[in-house]
């Protein structure tokens, strides 16, 4: 038995499909930990999704800022964007029913070694504060109140994180730290607009993942394909390899920390 963590997915189906062949994966015996963006970009949401979801048990999914996205266009009544694939899910005839799946996923997931998310944790927060932030948000997006959050779930407003936060501010604000974030200052605050390697950052910046961290276990996330899933960093597990981007998907087996890749690096 082992567990696996597989890297942001986008709609590649046919290349996680190759890439569970690659590490033999028996659906009775080994798990999976998606770090989440299932959908969008890539040629395949619909079967990507169905598939995911049919696992049941033997895999687990957190919300990635493209899964969000998903759910905003159908519960908050948003267009789609230029560069969307999402066109095969909204017009699915089981939608309703993947979409009602995914508004029940988490915004963390840990066991007894390892922490998944899609974009990290910020180094403000300790491991019990993530934990309470994510369930609060849960929460809201599993109740009759998704209505209102996905309404208003789009924003770079609050960039800093305060206990004072309340209503959509601060739902808004967790959010972004879970699925956005990628450069932060040393206070907190979110910087959006860089999106590339890990050079001309802006200054005051660094990744959320070179400050001294208050969560002591290792972190698992996706989300930052530039970063070619390097971190530099002990404990610290990029595993966005831009698989979308014509790279590779990558999964990492928690037991040894071994990295399988498809299609495989030459």
Same mark, same amino acid.
């Given at each position: 038995?082992?567990?696996?963590?597989?890297?942001?997915?986008?709609?590649?189906y046919e290349t996680l499909r190759y890439l569970l062949e690659r590490i033999n994966f028996d659906r009775?015996?080994?798990?999976?930990?998606?770090v989440g963006d299932l959908v969008n970009r890539g040629p395949q949401s619909l079967a990507t999704l169905r598939f995911v979801h049919?696992?049941?048990?033997?895999?687990?999914?957190? /919300?990635?800022?493209? !899964?969000?996205? @998903?759910?905003?266009?159908f519960y908050?009544?948003?267009?789609t964007r230029n560069g969307d694939t999402l066109d095969d899910v909204l017009q699915a005839p089981d939608?309703?029913?993947?979409v009602g799946w995914l508004r029940t996923l988490p915004l963390m997931h840990e066991d007894e070694k390892h922490v998944i998310v899609h974009a990290g944790?910020?180094?403000?927060?300790?491991?019990?504060?993530a934990r309470l932030a994510?369930?609060?948000?849960?929460?809201?997006?599993?109740?009759?109140?998704?209505?209102?959050?996905?309404?208003?779930?789009y924003g770079n407003s609050p960039e800093v994180w305060k206990d004072s936060l309340f209503g959509m501010d601060r739902h808004r604000?967790?959010?972004?730290?879970?699925?956005?974030?990628? /450069?932060?200052?040393? !206070?907190?605050? @979110?910087?959006?607009s860089h999106k590339g390697a890990l050079v001309s950052v802006p200054e005051g910046y660094e990744p959320w993942f070179r400050f001294q961290r208050l969560v002591d276990k290792p972190i698992i996330f996706g989300h930052w394909a530039a970063l070619e899933g390097e971190t530099g960093v002990d404990h610290v597990s990029a595993i966005d390899t831009g698989c979308v981007w014509g790279r590779n998907l990558t999964a990492l087996r928690l037991d040894d920390g071994r990295r399988f890749q498809w299609p495989e690096a030459s």
């Open positions: 038995m082992a567990t696996y963590a597989i890297g942001d997915v986008q709609g590649c009775d015996l080994d798990r999976l930990w998606f049919d696992l049941g048990g033997c895999a687990i999914t957190v /919300l990635g800022n493209h !899964d969000l996205h @998903l759910l905003a266009i908050g009544g948003h267009e939608c309703e029913q993947l944790i910020p180094h403000i927060w300790n491991l019990g504060f994510a369930r609060e948000v849960e929460t809201v997006i599993g109740s009759s109140a998704c209505i209102e959050y996905f309404e208003k779930m604000a967790i959010t972004n730290y879970f699925t956005r974030m990628r /450069l932060i200052s040393g !206070d907190g605050t @979110l910087e959006f």
